[in-house]
């Protein structure tokens, strides 16, 4: 298996279900930095059968909600001196502004593209959000 040396501080984002690593990467601009990242994909797993790694030698800050709508599933491990400090399990977020846009074609903000959109969480274990203005279902 490819190895990377383990970062001395920073963040190890592990449990990226395959193929959603490069969306995070893209999404936390990790593309444009000037310090050491990887993105590990298709990584063997035992729980996902693949999965997807990013470390970040850097301790940035995240807005983990955010993560936790691209894929509820991620562990982050915020490593400090070589060693993992502190575990972060994300939650689907309850309330997620500007994020997520309205299927229906005839809701307010599809028609309107001034409004922001307001999605809040109806059944976290299926990752469904309503739409505040149509209650149109979105699922992650
Ligand atoms: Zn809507």
Redesign the pocket.
């Known amino acids: 298996m490819l190895t990377i040396n383990s970062i001395t501080n920073g963040i190890v984002i592990d449990h990226i279900k395959a193929g959603l690593g490069m969306k995070i990467f893209n999404y936390l601009g990790l593309d444009k930095t000037d310090y050491t990242v990887a993105l590990l994909m298709n990584v063997p797993s035992q729980k996902l059968g693949r999965k997807d790694i990013i470390k970040i030698e850097n301790a940035i800050d995240f807005d983990f909600t955010v993560l936790g709508l691209i894929d509820p599933d991620i562990t982050i491990d915020v490593i400090e001196g070589e060693k993992i400090k502190e575990k972060i399990k994300v939650q689907p977020p309850s309330n997620v502004k500007d994020m997520l846009k ?3 074609p005839r ?4 028609v309107e593209s001034n409004i922001t ?1 307001g999605f809040y969480l109806v059944d976290a274990s299926k990752g469904e959000y309503r ?6 279902i979105y699922k992650l």
């Not at 739409?131 to 149109?136: I, K, V």
Request: with cysteine; charged share 30%.
């Open positions: 309205c299927k229906n809701c307010v903000t599809s959109n739409c505040e203005y149509c209650d149109e």
